[in-house]
């Protein structure tokens, strides 16, 4: 069968993996081997070995890509892109809004003669005024992890295509909800640290793409060293296996507690796709087929003391960063005014409450999220 005609629980579950190639085991066991006799498929691993593969069999079938490459963090992803497909004097446009490592991490390559061209994103306006005779590569990430900005992806493809331009995507927040490939995205990168791993507790990275990128990002993997480990590549693979269960809930718990937000009389700004006024629900209609757990919100004239409140007034949503796992999360980035990274507070619209629903009951979550913003009543 071809992986294409794969259910998403197929390729989570079983693609990549069978019993009799590990001594019946039903489950891939860990393969915690620095070395690998050289009669066998593999040598190292720092390259190819076998937890690596089966996570990036699944990854690259979900994305419909010929293959993808494990590394050691979400970051470590959007490096390897950079350094794949990048060289000095080359040119490079890139969403504002996303992740700010990401975003550092393009700003750091100038030290070695890469330019680049940040751009809101929204507007397709604003990909072709940026283009440049030596822009090489465009970074989206849509949505964008803090205000839930979109592109629209197929315009961006179709742009970038038209003038020799790669398109990149860090698909870490629509996951299972958004194809990028289908629209046209030549390499798709993710932070498995946040819902392929799905329990909080691993940092991991993966490309998928094609062709001589494939095979660069492979090389470089070996040649930089920014490997994964087997242990955490497994435990990628234990989460894939409720993926798709883990983001149904995930949604359903994102959409009733945007439900209450939406209607609050506390809330300035909520930045979801159910909010009354958000501006992209058509786009979102035409390129998503649902959305995670992750949100923001701003509340009316709310002092940093205020929003401090609000974090210790929960018991069920945690304060801490990072997301993609079972528990609920709230995180305040530079809301009440304080953000020393200018970009930063220009992409979080001045601050903001970061918002995560995790996989507890729905009931939980209302009634802690009602308590807890207690705290913007005047
Ligand atoms: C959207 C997005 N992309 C990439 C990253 C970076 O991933 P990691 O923390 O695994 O390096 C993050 C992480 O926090 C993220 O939220």
Known sequence: MNNKDLTIEQICMHLGECAMDHKGAVVTPIYQTSSYHLDSDYEYSRGPAPNFEV???KVAALDGGEGAVMVGSGVAAAASIF?????????VIMVQSAYVNSRKCLMHLENFGVSYTLVHGKDIAEFEQAIRPNTKLIFIESPTSFVCELQDIPAVCQLAHSKGILVAIDNTCACIFQKPMDMGVDIVMYSASKYLGGHADIIGGIVVANGAILAKLRELRIIFGWVS???NAWLVQ???RTLKMRLMKIQENSFAVAKLLNEHPCIEKLYHPAADDY???DLFKKQMTGFGGMFSFKAKDA????YENFVHRCKIFQHAVSWGGHESLVYSIGAGGSIADELLRRSVHGGILRVYTGLEDTNDLLNDMEYALEAFKK
């Not at 002092?303 to 205020?306: A, P």
């Open 303 to 306: 002092k940093e003391e205020d």
């Open 238 to 240: 234990r989460g894939m």
């Open 83 to 91: 350094m794949a497909t990048l060289k000095a004097g080359d040119h």
């Open 229 to 231: 480990t087997p242990f």
């Open 279 to 281: 501006d992209q629900k």
């Open 55 to 57: 996570v990036e069999k």
